[in-house]
């Protein structure tokens, strides 16, 4: 059984364009993941630098003015009543 021309060619012809369509496809979907994933890495990287502002920040005690005050005055007498120191 011989097939003719005609059958051959349409054969190769269908073959043809079943390539260039998974390969289309195999790029589009190659495409998409790539921008996804760099979409995905810059969020990523903008959500690290919130938590290493925010919540990575060292933790200090907050200091009541008023004491901050009286240790102040308490500073200015010291140095007024103290002895000076002979060299």
């Known amino acids: 059984m ?4 005609f059958t051959k060619r349409k054969a190769q012809i269908k073959s043809s364009r079943y390539y260039l369509f998974w ?4 790029i589009a979907v ?4 790539i921008y996804v994933g760099t ?12 938590i290493d502002a925010y919540v990575n ?3 200090i005690m907050p ?7 009286h240790e102040k005055l308490e ?4 140095s007024q009543y103290q002895m000076p120191i002979i060299k």
């Open 63 to 69: 200091v009541d003015k008023h004491l901050q005050h």
């Open 57 to 59: 920040r060292p933790r």
């Open 30 to 33: 190659m495409a998409g993941q």
């Open 39 to 50: 979409g995905y890495r810059n969020m990523s990287k903008s959500l690290d630098r919130l």
């Open 23 to 26: 390969g289309v496809a195999t």
């Open 2 to 5: 011989t097939k003719s021309t």
């Open 75 to 78: 500073d200015e007498l010291r």
